[in-house]
């Protein structure tokens, strides 16, 4: 069984900073893609920024500039840097990992339970 605990949501002011974290554990071997998603209030999840395996990220267009996504393959983490907050990237953030995949899929995988970024003065 694969189990991601993410940690490192909170409270902000814009133009502030964040860094997020997603430890995953269980059975994981072989190439993998990782990712991290949102959801704001009264919105659908949407893809923020993924990374491959061997380390090539995307990004949503709306994150460009200022989230920086990485991940360590020796402990099976991934990170969100993110600066220059706003208050639309306010929204509960999930981590997911795609076994087996090169990129991140919009379903299935493994997610974690979700952490609560709020951007406001």
């Known amino acids: 069984q694969v189990r991601l605990v993410e940690s490192g949501g909170g409270l902000v002011q814009p133009g502030g900073s964040l860094r997020l974290s997603c430890a995953a554990s269980?059975?994981?071997?072989?190439?993998?893609?990782m990712g991290w998603f949102r959801q704001g209030p009264g919105k659908q999840r949407e893809l923020v920024a993924s990374?491959?395996?061997?380390?090539?990220?995307t990004y949503a267009d709306s994150v460009k500039g200022r989230f920086t996504i990485s991940r360590d393959n020796a402990k099976n983490t991934v990170y969100l840097a993110m600066n220059s907050l706003k208050p639309e990237d306010t929204a509960v953030y999930y981590c997911?990992?795609?076994?087996?995949?090169?990129?991140?899929?919009?379903?299935?995988?493994?997610w974690g339970q979700g952490t609560q970024v709020t951007v406001s003065s």
């Open positions: 990374i491959t395996h061997t380390g090539i990220p």
């Open positions: 997911k990992l795609d076994i087996q995949h090169i990129r991140i899929a919009p379903s299935g995988g493994y």
């Open positions: 269980g059975t994981i071997s072989g190439v993998n893609a």
